[in-house]
């Protein structure tokens, strides 16, 4: 008795159509003609591939692109000569400091001060001209630049009812110095006149000085010496609402000096002071 899976197939195949054995055939034979097709188009593409790698790995990557001949002759340019640039010249900015001059540089003469045809020259002051540290007792302090305040002997003359001119005229230039101590104070202020213009400051301040008429009772301003210095020199006191203050002027050619000393400075105490403030100013004036 067959297997019963025998059986099974038998039935699902009795009543099938079988082709042909030659159509069967043909079938076979195109495709295996297919497959070798595909299978030497694979073959080809690999070939190419491998041969596409081996041209780039070989090639140089820094070499240059080849240059295309030019088809005509290039046309020479002229030379030219290049014009020379001219750098703009700068000036340095005057520094600040206290050299004397009013702006911090050195200033002009004046014009016609001393004629037409006069040479300019330096007007500012220079340090040589001012009192030193050497010049007072031990102890003191020194300090450049203009101190604030109400010091100088003109603020003084505001007590008076008759009141100056001008003082200020043919002023050039000015320079300050402070000296401090622990139990005094010394101010030093130098101006430079033009021309015949110191002469006449002084003159117009001992005038002030001798006339003052204090609003106050009590008030008084006086000179108290002279004419122990320099070309000219005078010693100021005043008492003004109870508090006294004195002044020393001293006039070296162009150059007057000015100090705010001690309340109690005596005339003999001045002449000692004077001597080196006349010798300091001949630094600065062509006078001595």
């Not at 299978?39 to 070989?58: D, I, N, P, Q």
């Not at 008759?162 to 622990?182: I, K, T």
């Not at 030093?188 to 609003?215: F, I, K, N």
Request: charged share 20%.
């Amino acid at each position: 008795m067959p297997d019963q899976l025998f059986d099974d197939l038998y039935r699902n195949t009795e009543n099938l159509a079988w082709a042909p054995v030659e159509q069967v055939r043909r079938s076979g034979r195109q495709r295996s003609r297919r497959t070798r097709v595909a299978a030497s188009l694979a073959g080809v593409v690999t070939v190419v591939a491998v041969a596409a790698g081996a041209v780039a790995l070989g090639a140089d990557p820094d070499a240059a692109p080849p240059v295309v001949p030019a088809t005509g002759s290039p046309t020479p340019t002229p030379n030219r000569t290049p014009t020379p640039s001219t750098s703009p010249s700068h000036s340095a900015d005057p520094t600040p400091d206290d050299s004397g001059s009013p702006t911090g540089g050195t200033p002009s003469s004046p014009a016609n001060d001393d004629g037409p045809n006069a040479p300019s020259r330096d007007t500012s002051i220079p340090a040589a001209a001012m009192m030193q540290l050497a010049d007072l007792p031990k102890g003191f302090t020194m300090t450049n630049g203009e101190p604030d305040g109400d010091w100088t002997l003109e603020s003084v003359f505001a007590n008076c009812r008759n009141q100056p001119a001008s003082l200020a005229r043919g002023q050039v230039a000015e320079r300050f110095r402070v000296f401090d101590s622990p139990t005094d104070s010394l101010i030093q202020r130098v101006t430079r006149y033009s021309g015949e213009a110191a002469a006449a400051h002084l003159d117009a301040m001992r005038e002030q000085v001798e006339e003052c008429d204090p609003h106050r009772s009590g008030d008084s301003l006086t000179v108290l010496a002279a004419g122990f210095g320099g070309d000219e020199s005078m010693l100021v006191g005043s008492v003004m609402e109870g508090r006294p203050a004195r002044w020393i002027l001293v006039r070296q050619g162009d150059l007057v000096a000015q100090l705010r000393v001690d309340k109690d400075t005596t005339p003999q105490e001045a002449t000692q002071l004077v001597r080196p403030v006349a010798d300091r100013l001949c630094a600065g004036t062509d006078a001595c």
